[in-house]
């Protein structure tokens, strides 16, 4: 019985919590074209990684650094994880390297995977400026309501009202 390779990886990468050795190395915007990644978000210089052998969301552990898996490779790339850095320098720098990491699947639900809600002051300070224009839409919305004259409609049980006709020009 022969077993498909891809196959053995991905029925491992299920097992939760792993270590395995890999190729690594790092990819820039300059070479993808996009910073979008396979699973929709942005991508982030220190904590976003491309790997194939995992699920997306899995996080993946190298020298103590926590990288979540969120983009995906050529499907020939098969244990290897690739960083992303934003400056093409210093994936120069990091190169090319075999490396002993770390893998805790998204898949399995008894692993609980530590969240980022870690929110910055710019998010803070742009969600007080949506609220305080979001108030400030209603206010004025309240403002002119109240300021409008009453529209006379006539009551559904009241007959309606005869047409007005336009006197009509002599031949």
Known sequence: MKINRN????AVSLAAVFW???SMSAYTPHETGSRTTASGVKAKEGYTCAANFVPL???IIFEGHKYVVQDRMNPNYNRHVDIFMESHKKALQF???EAKVQVITADDKHVKLPKDNKTTKKDNKEIKQKEAKKEHQQHTQAKETKTQAPVNTPHPNSPA???????QAKP
Do not use: E, H, W
């Open 57 to 59: 969301g899995s996080v």
């Open 95 to 97: 190169g090319r390297k």
């Open 7 to 10: 196959d053995f990886y991905r």
């Open 161 to 167: 009202a005869a047409p007005v006709l336009k006197p």
């Open 20 to 22: 395995t050795t890999v």
